[in-house]
């Protein structure tokens, strides 16, 4: 029996066991699925600055060369001014590169896809035949 077979057996047998797990006598209500209390916006803001602490870092990076640069703009040093805009520019394209990589990393899977294996050569069929 190839391995093909033994998975679609198995997942069949999986899905009659759910099957029968999910059907109640007639009168009897499934239990009440337990329901998760709402994150709140702080509980949100840590777990975020956690898992992407780089993203906080790169948006205070650019609101301080934002507002050193209006200050020099006010104290009418033009050439100050002008150093913090590009450096607020270079401030926001390093966050929204850190932004795209924690998204290519989170997308990033070393995990081989089921089905996607390499087929089988015709040296692997008959030892397969010898072992059965």
């Known amino acids: 029996m190839g391995a093909n077979q033994s998975t679609r057996i198995t997942q069949m047998e999986a899905s009659k066991a759910v099957a029968e797990a999910t059907t109640s006598p007639p009168g009897v209500l ?3 699925p ?6 709140t916006f702080e509980e949100k803001l ?6 992407e602490p780089l993203i906080p870092i790169g948006c205070l990076t650019t609101a301080y060369f934002l507002g ?7 104290n009418r040093d033009a050439a100050q001014s002008q150093k913090m805009m590009r450096l607020r520019v ?3 394209f390093a966050t929204l590169m850190i932004f795209i990589g924690y998204y290519g990393f989170s997308q990033f ?10 087929p089988p050569t015709p040296g692997d069929a008959t030892k397969q ?4």
Do not use: V
């Open 46 to 51: 840590y777990r975020k600055f956690t898992s």
């Open 68 to 74: 050193s640069g209006i200050k020099s703009f006010y």
């Open 109 to 118: 899977n070393l995990g081989i896809a089921p089905g996607m294996a390499a």
């Open 90 to 92: 270079g401030a926001q």
């Open 129 to 132: 035949k010898k072992e059965d």
């Open 30 to 32: 499934p239990p009440m």
């Open 34 to 39: 337990k329901l998760r209390r709402p994150e």
